[in-house]
C-alpha cells in the first residue's frame, strides 16, 4: 500500500510509503490518502492525525515521472481541498518540497527534524502551486515571505522554517515522528470539543472583518459551553492549579 494508517492510541499516523519515489504523489497514492483521511475522520477514537513519509523523506510533491494526478474535487493530491473536524500535525523529514510543501500547510502543526528542507521546487519545472500552496502559505509566514519562497523556489532550511512560523517544533535529526505523536497527544488529552470549535473558529475566520470573526467565535464558541461548565467545575475543585497540566514551552 502506498499509504500506511496506523493508530497509536488517540493518534493516527498517515505514512506516504513510496521511499523509491521519495514519497512522491501518483494518482494512486492521491486517492489512497483521500480514502485514509476519510478514515480518520470517520474513527472516533482517533483524535488527532499526523502525517509523515517513510525512511526520512516527508514528500517531493507530484510524481513528474508518472505525472497522472487528476483534478479531483478533494484536490490534485487527493485531500488538500478538504476540511477536516479534527487537528493534523505534519512529520517532516528529508524533503518536504513542491506539493509535499502543501501537504504539510494542509495540516495544523508542523514538527520538523533538523535537517529538513523546505522549498517550492515545482518552479523549476514550471509545475503550478493547485494544492492550496499560494493560499495556505501566506496566512501561515506572511505574504512577503511566502512570494519569495513561491518565486524564487529556493530551498529553507528547518531553522530558518521556525524563524519564519512555518515549522511550529524542531526535533534532532529522525526523532520528527515521535515529537509529532507526542505533540498530539498533548492535544488529544483536553477536552475534544472545544479543541475542534476553537480550531474551527480560527479557519472560518480567516479573511473575516473583525466583527464578523468576533461573530463567528461566538457561534462556535456558544456550541462548547456545557464543557465550560464541567471544565469550570473542574477548576472550582482544585484542579490545574499553579498551571498544572500546561505543557511546557518548547
Excluded at 26 to 34: C, V
Excluded at 60 to 81: N, S, V, Y
Excluded at 97 to 103: D, I, N, Q, S, T
Aim: hydrophobic share 40%; net charge negative; glycine share 14%.
Amino acid at each position: 500500500m502506498p499509504v500506511e494508517y496506523d493508530r497509536e492510541g488517540p493518534v493516527a499516523v498517515i505514512t506516504v510509503d513510496r521511499p523509491d519515489r521519495r514519497n512522491a504523489i501518483d494518482d494512486a497514492t492521491a486517492e489512497a490518502l483521500g480514502n485514509v483521511w476519510a478514515r480518520f475522520e470517520e474513527d472516533d477514537d482517533a483524535l488527532v492525525g499526523v502525517l509523515t513519509g517513510s525512511e526520512g523523506t516527508f514528500s517531493a510533491g507530484a510524481d513528474l515521472e508518472a505525472m497522472d494526478l487528476e483534478d479531483r474535487p478533494e484536490g490534485w493530491l487527493g485531500f488538500t481541498r478538504t476540511h477536516l473536524s479534527k487537528p493534523t500535525v505534519a512529520a517532516v523529514e528529508g524533503y518536504c518540497v513542491a506539493g509535499g510543501l502543501e501537504m504539510a500547510l494542509w495540516c495544523d502543526l508542523r514538527v520538523a527534524g533538523d535537517s529538513a528542507t523546505f522549498g517550492c521546487f515545482e518552479r523549476r519545472f514550471g509545475v503550478p502551486l493547485v494544492d492550496g500552496g499560494t493560499q495556505r502559505l501566506p496566512h501561515v509566514v506572511g505574504l512577503g515571505r511566502a512570494l519569495d519562497l513561491i518565486l524564487t523556489g529556493r530551498a529553507l532550511d528547518a531553522e530558518t522554517a521556525r524563524e519564519w512560523g512555518l515549522v511550529n517544533r524542531l526535533a534532532n535529526e529522525g526523532e520528527a515522528l515521535d515529537a509529532a505523536v507526542e505533540l498530539a497527544e498533548v492535544i488529544a488529552g483536553f477536552p475534544q470539543e472545544t479543541v475542534r470549535t476553537d480550531r474551527a473558529a480560527v479557519y472560518d475566520g480567516l479573511g473575516a472583518t473583525l466583527d464578523q470573526g468576533i461573530a463567528i467565535e461566538g457561534w462556535h464558541g456558544s456550541r462548547a459551553m456545557d464543557t465550560a461548565v464541567e471544565g469550570a467545575d473542574r477548576f472550582a475543585s482544585g484542579e490545574g492549579r499553579g498551571g498544572e497540566g500546561v505543557p511546557d514551552e518548547e
